[in-house]
């Protein structure tokens, strides 16, 4: 039976990186070679702590294709630029109190390309901007994080439960989404994963 644990992050979230990118492999590397969690649509230049103007000047600067309305698939600027700004709600970890817990769905710490297996990671420095070493002009929004776990999705109940949200009728399909507290069962099942709680 699953038991609620105190939950000892403030905020947890789901962490998209698109598994056809041709630059997913070097972004989900970073993760364990370097604890850099990196999100897209940041070319040079980009840092969303300055506003949402002067995000939509630096992909102007850089040529980016990019409009002011959705359409389809693709999201207006502004739009963009508040998925974002999420990641500067993100906590690090502290001397007494620990990071953020940080889903990252489609992707294994074994297997680098996976559409059953994901991630758990513990925000260790905020969101900072930093240059990909591979010199792709993408990916220069970055949080530091600490690895945690990773699991198939049907390995035990509680992975499960963590792939029906994941994949369910709300699936947390942004670039950055927040676990809001109406749904703790999701944040207890994440605790028990971290705990080493296998049911």
Request: net charge positive; aromatic share 12%.
């Amino acid at each position: 039976m699953l038991q609620a644990l105190k939950h000892h992050a403030a905020n947890y979230w789901v962490w998209r990186i698109v598994d056809d990118d041709p630059h997913f492999s070097y972004v989900r590397d970073d993760i364990f070679q370097k604890s850099i969690l990196r999100q897209g649509w940041s070319p040079c230049g980009v840092d969303i702590r300055k506003g949402a103007d002067a995000y939509i000047k630096a992909l102007k600067a850089n040529d980016w294709p990019i409009s002011d309305k959705d359409s389809g698939r693709n999201i207006g600027a502004v739009r963009r630029y508040k998925v974002l700004a999420k990641m500067l709600k993100i906590q690090a970890a502290t001397e007494t109190t620990d990071g953020d817990r940080i889903i990252v769905p489609r992707t294994g710490a074994v297997n680098p390309n996976t559409g059953d297996h994901f991630l758990i990671l513990e925000a260790v420095k905020p969101y900072y901007t930093d240059a990909p070493a591979n010199g792709h002009n993408d990916f220069y929004s970055c949080v530091g994080v600490r690895f945690l776990a990773s699991y198939n999705y049907y390995d035990n109940n509680l992975t499960a439960a963590i792939a029906e949200k994941l994949n369910g009728k709300y699936p947390y399909g942004a670039a950055v989404n927040r676990i809001g507290e109406t749904n703790a069962h999701l944040r207890d099942c994440i605790e028990q994963l971290i705990a080493g709680y296998v049911p």
